[in-house]
C-alpha cells in the first residue's frame, strides 16, 4: 500500500499541471483561462465584459453538450465556467456537468468536479442528491486522494437528509491509519454536529478518542466540535478540564512539531481554542480554576514577541483570567496587559485593550479608574471604532451619578454617525440607561425624544413600545405619574407647533399616542387646538399610512363637542374614500363615535391602559362565523406547512436514503414531496395603533405569554433576579500597590499642581464620567444589583410580594480525576496510546459519575447518570431564611414513610423514586412522578421538620416545555409540625425536547415570622410523556402519509439470543413504552404517542447490519427527540 501512496504522490506534480500533450495543436487550458482573463482586464466598460462573458458561456455551454467532449476538456471547461461564476454570471447549465465529472474522472478531473460543485451548489441544492452515491463510492476507494476529497465536500456541504446513508463510513475513517484521513473525518462529523446534533449524539466517545490521538492535527481538528459541546453544556465535560490543561502545556512549551509554528509562536490558534475552553470550564468553579492557573500564567509569560498573533493570545489569556475563578496575582499580570494595549500608539493595539477592558470592566471596575484620561482621549479620537468601543465602556460603568454626562456623550456620537448599525444599537443602549437612571422627568422625556429624532426609524420597535407602556402603567407615585404625562404632552405639543415634517415617522406615533391618551391632564389645552395640530401631520406628504392610522385613533380619542367635532368630522370625510383598507376603518370609526360621546366614552375610556386586558385565546366568538363559511363550501383553513407541501406536489423528486424503504403495507404509495419541517412560516408584526408589540414566534397559533405583564423601565424584558453584593467573591485589587493606593487616596487632600486648560477640562470631564466607582458599595455596573433608588420603579404587582431579595445558593458535582484524565495528561500526544486503554478509561468514567449520581439521588429510576446530574436542583432562599443545603438522599425509612402518603389512587400505580428538592432547618420538598395511561401527575411532599406549625404554604410550579395544572381539590396552606402535605400536579408536554424541567418555588411562613420561599428544580426525560398507540397496518399506513415531520437514522442492532430486529425492537418496547404493530421479514412497524395524544410512527428495516429508523410525526420536534431516547436506550441496553 505505501509504494502505491509513493507512486500516486510522485506522478501529482505531472496530474497538475494543465499543459497539453507536446506537439499538441489544440491551446492548453492555461492559456484559455489566461486568454479570458487578459481579455477581460483589457476592457473598458462593464457593457463590454457583459458581451465578453456571455459570449464565452454559450462557447462552453456548447462544449459541454457536446459527446465529444473528452473529460480532460471537460475539466479545463468547468475552470473557465467556475471563473465566470465569481464574476457573478450564471453558469446553471455546468451544474450537473461538475457532478458529472466528480463521477467519472480521474484524480485531477475529479478533483475539479468536486471544487466547481462546492462553488455552484448549496446545501439546499436538489442536484446535490445526485452526488451522494459518489461520495459513497469514494469513502469506499483504496484510493487517499479520493477519500480526502469525498471528506472534504462532506464537511463543506452535504444533505442533512443523507447523513444517515454516510455516517458509518465517516466513523470507520476515525481509526485509518492516515493522520489526514482521521483529521478529515472529524470535520466532517464536526460538520454534521453543527447541522444535526441528534444524529452524532451516539459517538461521543469516539470524540474524546479523536482528542487523544496521536497527531496532534486530528487532536486541532477535534476541538471545533468541543468548543461548540462546552458552550452548550459545559457542565458535562468538566472532567476532562484537566486533559485540555496539559494539552496547553504541551503546546505552551514547544512539544509540538514545527511545522505548527507561526512566526515562532507555537500552534497559536490551538492555543486560543483551548483558551476559549478553559474558560467555559472554570467559570464560577473554584476547583477547575485552581488547575489552570499555572498554565495561564505560562501562557502570558511566553506571548512575549510583538506580532498580531501574540496579542491575540494575549487578549484571550485576559479574558480567561478575568472569567474563571479570581487569582490576584494572574488580575494584576492580565491588568498590567490590558494597560499596555490601551497606552499602545497603534490603533489595532488600542482596540483590542479597549475591548478587553470592556469585557473585564464588570468584574473589575477599578481597572476603568486607573485609565480614565486614556478613555477620556478616546473619546475624541478619529477613528469611529475606537471612539465606538469607548462609549461601550461608559455604558458599562453608568451609574446613578454619571448618567447625564454618559448619555450626552453617546447623543453627540449619534449624531455624527453614519452607520445603522451602530444607531440601532446605541439608540437602545441610550433609552435604557434613561429609563434606568433618569435623575428627574423633563430629563428623562427630552432624552426619548432625542432617541426617537436621531434614531427615527432605524431603532427597534422595542423602544417605542417600551416608552408608552412607562407612560402607561405609570410608577409607585401617582404625583409622579401626573407630573411625567403633563411634561410629556407639553414637550410634544410645542414639537408639533414647530417643524414636525422633520421627525421620524416612529416619533410622530408616539407623539399621536401621547397626545390622544393625556392631553386632557392639561385643562388650559383645548382638544379642538390639539385635533389640529394633528390634522396637520395628515396632510404632510412625508407621513406614511401607519402613522396616519395612529394619528385617526388619537383623534378618536380627543373628538368632543364643538369645534373639536367639525376637524374631526372633515378628516373623517376626507379619509373615508381612501383606497388603504386601514385608513377608511379608522375614519368610519372617528366619524360614528364623534358624534356619539356617550359611546366614545364607553369604547374609549380614558385611562384604560391601567386596566388588564382579558383576551379570548380561543378566538371563540367567531365561531359561528366559521360554521356559516364552512356549511355555506368555504374551505377549511389550512395551516402554512400544509400549504407549503400542496404547492411543492408538482416536484417529484425523491429525498428517501439509499438503502431504505417505505413501510411494508404502503410501498406502492408515492409519499413523496413532504415539506421539511424547517420551512414552517414565522409570523410576526406590530399593532398599528396600540403601543403593545406583538408576540414574535414561529407558531400559528395566538402567542398571550406577557399579556397581562405590567410594565416598568424594562419594559418586554423579564425582570432580571437581582444578585445580591454577599455572593460575590471579594478579591484584593491587585491594580495598585499599597504605596500607589496611599497616594491615590490622599490626592484629594493635596493642592493641584496647575496644567493647562485642555488638560482641566478632561480632568473635569473625567470626574464626571467616573464618579461613583471609587469604592465598591457605590459601583453600579449594568446587569448587577441597584443600591441606590431608582427613579421609575415598577409597581408591585402585589401587595405580598417580598421586598428582599433572594439569594441562589448552588453545590455543583464535581468529578473526581478519572483514567482518562492520568490518560491524556500523561501521554495526550504519545504514540504509545491505545484506543483499547481509550475506551476502558470511558468505561471507568462512566461507572464513578453513575456512583456519584447515585449517592446525590436521582429523579426517576430510568435516568441515565448526565441525566441525573442534569436535574441537580438549584436551591433558593430569601434573606430572612438560611442558605439552603442541598438535600442528600434521605434513608430508607423516610422514603417508605412519605410512599405511604401518595394518595389512594395512585398508590397501586408505578411511580419514580422519591427524589429530595430542596430543604432547610424547618422544611424539607421531595418529588415523584407517577405514570398513569393517560397523564404524568408530579406528586410534591411538602415535609414540615419543625416543631412549629407552617401557615400561609404558597407552591407554584412553572415551565417553558411543560403545561402544568394542580389537580388537587385544595391548595395546601398550612402544615403541622413534623407531618407531611401533598400536592398533585397534572404534566402535559407543549413543546417536546430531550428533557424537560419544571421550576418551582415554595412561600411559607411561621405563626410569629417573616415570610420566607425556597427554589427548586425538577428534570424529567421525554420518555415519561410517552405511551403505546394501538393502532392496526391499515390505520399506520393512513396516518403515515398525513404526518410531515421526520428525521432518519441508522441504529445498532440487538442480539439476545433471538431474530435481531425482533429483539431490538422489544428493548426499544420495554424501555420506551412503544407499540409494535406488525412485523415482516426484515421490516417493522411501531407507534407510540406523546401525552397528550401527539402520535409518532417508526419504521424500522435490517440493513447492513444496523437497523434503519424513519420516524415521522405531525409534530416538529418530537421525531428528532424520541430518535435520540432510542439511541440511549440500545446503548445502555
Not at 462532506?154 to 447523513?163: E, L, N, R, T
Not at 411634561?487 to 407623539?511: C, H, M, N, T
Not at 401607519?546 to 374631526?568: I, P
Not at 453584593?725 to 490622599?746: H, I, T, W
Amino acid at each position: 500500500m505505501s509504494d502505491v501512496v509513493e507512486k500516486t504522490l510522485t506522478a501529482l506534480p505531472s496530474l497538475l499541471s494543465l499543459d497539453s500533450q507536446p506537439g499538441s495543436t489544440k491551446l492548453s487550458s492555461t492559456s484559455k483561462l489566461g486568454t479570458l482573463i487578459r481579455g477581460i482586464t483589457e476592457l473598458t466598460s462593464k457593457h463590454e465584459e457583459e458581451k465578453l462573458i456571455q459570449r464565452e458561456l454559450v462557447s462552453i455551454k456548447e462544449q459541454v453538450s457536446s459527446p465529444n467532449t473528452s473529460m480532460r476538456q471537460m475539466k479545463e471547461l468547468m475552470v473557465r465556467a467556475i471563473y465566470c461564476e465569481m464574476l457573478g454570471y450564471e453558469a446553471s447549465f455546468s451544474y450537473i456537468h461538475a457532478i458529472k465529472l466528480a463521477q467519472q474522472g480521474t484524480a485531477l478531473e475529479k478533483r475539479v468536479g468536486y471544487l466547481a460543485v462546492s462553488l455552484f451548489l448549496n446545501e439546499s441544492h436538489e442536484l446535490l442528491l445526485l452526488l451522494v452515491n459518489t461520495v459513497l463510492k469514494d469513502l469506499q476507494s483504496t484510493n487517499l486522494i479520493e477519500v480526502c476529497m469525498a471528506l472534504t465536500v462532506v464537511s463543506q456541504m452535504f444533505p442533512k437528509d443523507m447523513i444517515p446513508a454516510i455516517l458509518p463510513l465517516v466513523e470507520e475513517k476515525l481509526n485509518h491509519p492516515k493522520e489526514i484521513i482521521r483529521r478529515k473525518a472529524v470535520l466532517a462529523l464536526y460538520k454534521f454536529y453543527l447541522i444535526a446534533p441528534n444524529q452524532v449524539q451516539h459517538i461521543h466517545n469516539k470524540f474524546r478518542k479523536a482528542l487523544c490521538d496521536k497527531d496532534p492535527g486530528v487532536m486541532t481538528a477535534s476541538l471545533h466540535i468541543y468548543l461548540q459541546m462546552i458552550e452548550e453544556n459545559p457542565e458535562g465535560y468538566k472532567d476532562l478540564a484537566a486533559s485540555f490543561v496539559t494539552i496547553l502545556k504541551q503546546v505552551v512549551g514547544g512539544k509540538l512539531p514545527m511545522d505548527f509554528n507561526y512566526h515562532s509562536v507555537p500552534a497559536p490558534w490551538l492555543q486560543i481554542q483551548l483558551l476559549r475552553i478553559l474558560s467555559l470550564l472554570g467559570k464560577n468553579d473554584p476547583s477547575t480554576s485552581e488547575i489552570m492557573y499555572e498554565v495561564l500564567d505560562e501562557s502570558l509569560r511566553r506571548a512575549e514577541i510583538n506580532h498580531n498573533i501574540t496579542y491575540a493570545i494575549l487578549y484571550e489569556c485576559v479574558k480567561c483570567i478575568y472569567t474563571i475563578d479570581p487569582k490576584s496575582d494572574l488580575l494584576e499580570k492580565a491588568a498590567k496587559c490590558i494597560g499596555n494595549f490601551v497606552l499602545s500608539p497603534k490603533i489595532n493595539l488600542k482596540y483590542l485593550g479597549l475591548k478587553a477592558l470592556t469585557y473585564v470592566v464588570q468584574q473589575d471596575p477599578k481597572l476603568a479608574l486607573q485609565h480614565q484620561m486614556t478613555i477620556i482621549e478616546c473619546l475624541d479620537h478619529p477613528d469611529l471604532i475606537i471612539k465606538r468601543e469607548t462609549l461601550e465602556i461608559l455604558f458599562r460603568i453608568t451609574n446613578a451619578q454619571n448618567v447625564t454626562v454618559i448619555v450626552d456623550k453617546m447623543l453627540e456620537f449619534l449624531r455624527i454617525n453614519k452607520d445603522d448599525y451602530t444607531t440601532i444599537d446605541l439608540v437602545g443602549k441610550v433609552a435604557e440607561l434613561a429609563e434606568k437612571y433618569a435623575p428627574d422627568n423633563e430629563w428623562f422625556i427630552e432624552t426619548m425624544s432625542t432617541v426617537f429624532s436621531v434614531g427615527g426609524d432605524l431603532m427597534q420597535p422595542d423602544i417605542p413600545n417600551s416608552f408608552l407602556k412607562l407612560l402607561s402603567e405609570g410608577f409607585d407615585s401617582v404625583e409622579e405619574d401626573r407630573k411625567l404625562r403633563l411634561f410629556a404632552v407639553d414637550s410634544y405639543v410645542s414639537l408639533l407647533q414647530g417643524e414636525p415634517g422633520k421627525l421620524p415617522q416612529r416619533f410622530l406615533q408616539v407623539i399621536s399616542w401621547v397626545l390622544g391618551e393625556y392631553s386632557f391632564l392639561r385643562e388650559e389645552l383645548e382638544a379642538a387646538t390639539v385635533l389640529r395640530l394633528l390634522a396637520k401631520l395628515l396632510d404632510m406628504k412625508n407621513t406614511s399610512s401607519e402613522t396616519k392610522s395612529w394619528v385617526l385613533m388619537a383623534m378618536t380619542k380627543l373628538c368632543e363637542r364643538g369645534a373639536g367635532v367639525s376637524v374631526a368630522q372633515e378628516v373623517s370625510e376626507t379619509y373615508s374614500s381612501s383606497l388603504d383598507t386601514v385608513l377608511r376603518q379608522r375614519a368610519q370609526e372617528l366619524q360614528h363615535l364623534s358624534r356619539h360621546s356617550e359611546l366614545r366614552a364607553r369604547v374609549l375610556p380614558r385611562d384604560a391602559g391601567l386596566e388588564p386586558l382579558e383576551v379570548d385565546s380561543s378566538l371563540s366568538f367567531l365561531d359561528g362565523f366559521v360554521s356559516e363559511a364552512l356549511a355555506a363550501g368555504a374551505a377549511p383553513y389550512k395551516p402554512p406547512h400544509q400549504r407549503q407541501e400542496e404547492l411543492a406536489q408538482a416536484k417529484a423528486l425523491s429525498l428517501e436514503p439509499y438503502g431504505l424503504s417505505l413501510p411494508i403495507s404502503m410501498s406502492s404509495c408515492s409519499i413523496a414531496d413532504r415539506q421539511s419541517p424547517t420551512l414552517l412560516s414565522i409570523s410576526s408584526g406590530l399593532s398599528g395603533e396600540s403601543p403593545d408589540l406583538s408576540h414574535k414566534g414561529g407558531s400559528s397559533t395566538l402567542k398571550l405569554d406577557g399579556v397581562k405583564r405590567l410594565w416598568g423601565r424594562e419594559g418586554y424584558l423579564a425582570q432580571r433576579e437581582p444578585v445580591e453584593e454577599s455572593a460575590r467573591v471579594e478579591v484584593p485589587s491587585p491594580l495598585r500597590s499599597p504605596s500607589q493606593q496611599g497616594e491615590a487616596d490622599s490626592s484629594h487632600s493635596q493642592t493641584p499642581i496647575p496644567t493647562p486648560e485642555p488638560e482641566q477640562e478632561k480632568q473635569q470631564l473625567a470626574s464626571s464620567l467616573f464618579v461613583g466607582l471609587s469604592s465598591q458599595s457605590s459601583v453600579c455596573l449594568m446587569g448587577k444589583s441597584e443600591p441606590t433608588p431608582q427613579r421609575f420603579r415598577r409597581k408591585a404587582k402585589s401587595p405580598g410580594s417580598s421586598s428582599s431579595a433572594s439569594e441562589k445558593t448552588s453545590n455543583s458535582l464535581v468529578s473526581t480525576p478519572s483514567t482518562v484524565d492520568n490518560l491524556m495528561c500523561n501521554n495526550l500526544l504519545d504514540s504509545n496510546i491505545t484506543s483499547e486503554l481509550v475506551v476502558s478509561s470511558l468505561e471507568q468514567t462512566s461507572q464513578l459519575s453513575q456512583g456519584l449520581a447515585a449517592a446525590n439521588g436521582t429523579c426517576d429510576a430510568e435516568l441515565t447518570d448526565s441525566d441525573v446530574k442534569g436535574s441537580s436542583p438549584s436551591l433558593c432562599g430569601d434573606n430572612a431564611v438560611a442558605a439552603a443545603d442541598p438535600a442528600p438522599h434521605e434513608d430508607p425509612c423516610k422514603d417508605l414513610l412519605l410512599t405511604s402518603h401518595l394518595p389512594a389512587e395512585l398508590s397501586g400505580l408505578s411511580h419514580s423514586e422519591i427524589t429530595p428538592l430542596c430543604s432547610n432547618q424547618s422544611l424539607d420538598l421531595s418529588a415523584s412522578h407517577v405514570q398513569k395511561e393517560d397523564s404524568l401527575v408530579l406528586v410534591v411532599f411538602i415535609y414540615n421538620s419543625s416543631d412549629s406549625d407552617i401557615q400561609q404554604i404558597l407552591l407554584e410550579l412553572d415551565s417553558e416545555e411543560i403545561e402544568v395544572s394542580c389537580v388537587c381539590d385544595s391548595a395546601v396552606q398550612e402544615a403541622s409540625s413534623h407531618s407531611v402535605a401533598v400536592c398533585q400536579y397534572s404534566l402535559t408536554v407543549k413543546t417536546p425536547s430531550v428533557h424537560v424541567e419544571v421550576v418551582g418555588t415554595v412561600s411559607y411562613q411561621f405563626p410569629a415570622g417573616t415570610p420566607q420561599s425556597l427554589q427548586f428544580s425538577y428534570k424529567l426525560p421525554l420518555t415519561c410523556f410517552i405511551r403505546p398507540l394501538t393502532v392496526s397496518t391499515e390505520e399506520y399506513g393512513t396516518m403515515w402519509l398525513d404526518f410531515s415531520h421526520d428525521t432518519k437514522q441508522n441504529l445498532t442492532l440487538i442480539s439476545d439470543g433471538q431474530e435481531p430486529l425482533a429483539a431490538t425492537l422489544n428493548v426499544l418496547k420495554k424501555k420506551l413504552q412503544l407499540h409494535v404493530v406488525e412485523i415482516i421479514g426484515m421490516e417493522g412497524i411501531v407507534a407510540c404517542r406523546l401525552l397528550q395524544d401527539q402520535p409518532c410512527l417508526m419504521h424500522c428495516r435490517l440493513n447492513a447490519g444496523t437497523l434503519a429508523v424513519w420516524l415521522r410525526s405531525p409534530v416538529p420536534a418530537l421525531p428528532d427527540c424520541l430518535m435520540y431516547h432510542c439511541q440511549r436506550a440500545l446503548q445502555e441496553h
